[in-house]
C-alpha cells in the first residue's frame, strides 16, 4: 500500500508540473496574442496615417495644379492683350464686339436684298436682266 502511495504522489507530482507547464505555455500564448494585436494596431494606424498622407499629397497636387492652370490662363491673357486682341474697353461710344459687328453686317445684307427688290418692282414685270428668258429644256446658241 506504501508503494500506492508513493506512485500515487509521483503521479500528482507529475500532473503539478504539467499544469504548472500548461499555465506557462498558456501565459506565452496570450503575450504573444497580445503582442500580434499590438502589432496589427499598429499596421492599421500606420496604414490609416499613410492613407491620409496620401489624401493630403492628392489635395497639394490638385492645388499645384489649379495654380498652374491660373498662371498659364493669366500669361494667355497677357498675350493676347499685347498682341491687341482685346479690345479697349475704355474707348468712347458704344462698344462692339464680334456678335454685334455680324449682327451689323447681316442687316447690311438684308438692306441690300431690299433695294434689290425695290428696283425690280421699279422697272416693272419682265425686264430682270435683258436677256431672253429660256423655257424649259432649250438651250441658248452661243454665236
Known amino acids: 500500500m506504501e508503494r500506492q502511495q508513493q506512485q500515487l504522489t509521483e503521479n500528482e507530482q507529475k500532473l503539478r508540473t504539467k499544469i504548472?507547464?500548461?499555465?506557462?505555455?498558456?501565459?506565452?500564448?496570450?503575450?504573444?496574442y497580445s503582442a500580434a494585436e499590438a502589432q496589427v494596431r499598429i499596421g492599421e494606424a500606420a496604414h490609416g496615417?499613410?492613407?491620409?498622407?496620401?489624401?493630403v499629397g492628392l489635395a497639394i497636387q490638385r492645388a499645384e495644379d489649379k495654380t498652374e492652370q491660373m498662371r498659364a490662363r493669366a500669361a494667355a491673357v497677357e498675350e493676347l492683350e499685347?498682341?491687341?486682341?482685346?479690345?479697349?474697353?475704355?474707348?468712347?461710344?458704344?462698344?462692339?464686339?464680334?456678335?454685334?459687328?455680324?449682327?451689323?453686317?447681316?442687316?447690311a445684307g438684308t438692306q441690300v436684298?431690299?433695294?434689290?427688290?425695290?428696283?425690280?418692282?421699279?422697272?416693272?414685270?419682265?425686264?430682270?436682266?435683258?436677256g431672253p428668258a429660256l423655257g424649259p429644256g432649250k438651250e441658248a446658241s452661243t454665236r
Open 20 to 32: 504548472e507547464a500548461f499555465r506557462t505555455k498558456k501565459e506565452v500564448i496570450k503575450a504573444q
Open 49 to 55: 496615417v499613410g492613407e491620409e498622407m496620401a489624401d
Open 82 to 107: 499685347a498682341v491687341g486682341t482685346f479690345e479697349d474697353l475704355t474707348q468712347l461710344g458704344p462698344a462692339e464686339d464680334d456678335i454685334d459687328r455680324q449682327l451689323a453686317q447681316l442687316g
Open 113 to 130: 436684298d431690299d433695294e434689290l427688290q425695290k428696283m425690280k418692282a421699279e422697272l416693272g414685270p419682265g425686264s430682270g436682266g435683258g
